[in-house]
């Protein structure tokens, strides 16, 4: 029988949506029924199963998984004998220190003495202890934020997105206690077979997230003026240069990260550009 990789993902919250679009754009086909919480890929060998996120670190170390896609929080969190493989950006938070809104904050020595509520008492643990603060941490599973309202608490830690729970609760973040993305994490020790599915996942994965953060950039520009363009083009290569139909008119194309492309796009039409297209890039193998 061929050898499967079996990978865990959330099977409800916020990675589970990214998970299953990366796996999609890595050409995998996921047959899923409803409620059902194994599932195959019809045409890459491996499969997916629909676990809860904080058991996720516990079965891949057990090996019942041989990787999962979790938060870097979870994976520092749960503290297993686990490999983190690939970074894969999305699910973008941080673990953060909040108090309510108003409190005197002089800096982290606030902390001293003071009841913080959290579901990641690992991590905070490993924060208060790098940093010779002695609070009290009160363990809960859910619904953090609400802790101080209701007396549980003087702070809480928890995950924060866009920060709108710490705002609709009151509560101001402090201290970044870590940050973290999507990941991929892997037993340490696969068996040759697992760990050859597993690098070519991984040059899947790789070649989606370059070409996410890349665009295929294309403009026109009077011949004269190429020269000063492909000068503030931060390009992969020599961008491509073609002549127009119109005379003494050229088309340039290239590829370029998205968040340079704001950088320059000013520099661009001072220089002459003309008629700029900015394109998605599908895969991007180098
Ligand atoms: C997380 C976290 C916060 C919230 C922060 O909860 O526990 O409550 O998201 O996000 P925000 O800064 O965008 O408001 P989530 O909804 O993921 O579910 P959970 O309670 O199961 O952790």
């Known amino acids: 029988m061929q050898t499967r990789l079996q990978v865990a993902v959330q099977k409800s919250g916020r990675l589970l949506e990214g998970s299953l679009k990366l796996l999609k754009e890595c050409g995998i086909r996921v047959d899923n029924g409803k409620d059902q919480l194994k599932a195959s890929a019809g045409n890459f060998p491996i499969d997916i199963l629909y676990l809860r996120n904080s058991d996720i670190p516990q079965y891949v170390e057990d090996g019942v998984a041989d990787i999962g896609i979790i938060g870097e929080n979870t994976a520092f969190e749960k503290q297993k004998h686990i490999d983190t493989v690939l970074p894969l950006g999305f699910s973008k938070c941080r673990l953060s220190i909040a108090v309510p809104k108003n409190t005197a904050y002089p800096g982290p020595a606030f902390l001293n003495g003071k009841r913080i509520a959290t579901s990641y008492p690992n991590s905070l643990r490993h924060y208060l202890d790098a940093h010779r603060l002695n609070a009290e941490i009160h363990e ?15 702070a809480i830690c928890d995950l924060v997105s866009s920060g709108s729970t710490l705002f609709k609760n009151g509560l101001e973040e402090k201290e970044v206690v870590l940050k973290s993305e999507a990941c991929i994490v892997a037993q340490p020790k696969l068996g040759a077979e697992k760990q050859a599915i597993l690098d070519k996942l991984v040059f899947r994965i790789e070649a989606v997230l370059k070409a996410r953060n890349n665009k295929y950039i294309l403009m026109n520009a009077p011949d004269e003026k190429v020269a000063e363009i492909i000068r503030v083009l931060p390009g992969m290569k020599s961008p491509t240069v073609m002549p127009l139909a119109e005379k003494g008119w050229s088309s340039i194309h290239t590829v370029i990260e998205e968040s340079h492309f704001w950088d320059i796009i000013d520099q661009l039409k001072d220089s002459g550009a003309q008629g700029i297209l900015v394109v998605p890039i599908e895969k991007m193998i180098i």
């Open 140 to 154: 809960i599973s859910g619904s953090v934020e609400i802790a101080p309202n209701i007396g549980l608490a003087d």
